[in-house]
């Protein structure tokens, strides 16, 4: 995490000064050859397998009076690769890997985006949940989940008189 963060900060200022001083440049094509050299560098390194999966699978969460529905979207990962668990603290993991269906070798790509690998998100469920009413449906690469919730009990109160 710590290299990509100066990762991330390297880039900011290899953009700040390219911004500065590119217009004394603006014609050289060395000049351009360097900065797109130095980009490519730049996109191949927060292109890797641990930054890109950062934010996968795109969620989607609705809060309803009796009932959570969580989606996923999975596009192109099989059912049998996703694997779905809650722990005793309410906390709904999703795990699984999107492989990729055939390298061609040979081929160049101009830019590559799609995500391939394993994945893993967790998402923290209110203490109401009903652990024994879940509800999955895989369909079109989505994965919803629908979990229903229990009444919140309110706590039993009793007047104290006061003498």
């Known amino acids: 995490m710590k290299k990509t963060l100066l990762a991330l900060m390297a880039t900011s200022l290899l953009t700040l000064n390219a911004a500065n001083i590119s217009a004394p440049f603006a014609n050289d094509p060395d000049f351009e050859r360097i900065n797109q050299y130095f980009n490519t560098l730049i996109e191949s390194h927060l292109a ?5 999966n950062i934010n996968y699978p795109r969620t989607d969460i609705e ?5 959570i529905i969580i989606k996923f979207d999975l596009a192109g990962v099989e059912k049998n690769n996703i694997k779905l668990t809650i722990d005793d603290k309410k906390v709904l993991t999703i795990r ?3 492989k990729e269906q055939k390298e061609e070798k040979g081929k160049t790509f101009v830019r590559k985006e799609i995500f391939y690998g394993t994945f893993e998100k967790s998402i923290q469920l209110p203490q109401n949940i009903d ?3 879940f509800d999955t449906k ?3 690469g989505i994965l919803t989940v629908t979990i229903a919730k229990k009444p919140v009990k309110k706590p039993n109160t009793k007047i104290i008189p006061i003498k």
Do not use: V
């Open 138 to 140: 895989f369909e079109n």
């Open 63 to 67: 809060n309803l009076a009796d009932k």
């Open 131 to 133: 652990e024994n009413k």
């Open 96 to 98: 699984g890997e999107k």
């Open 48 to 52: 890797t397998p641990a930054i890109s």
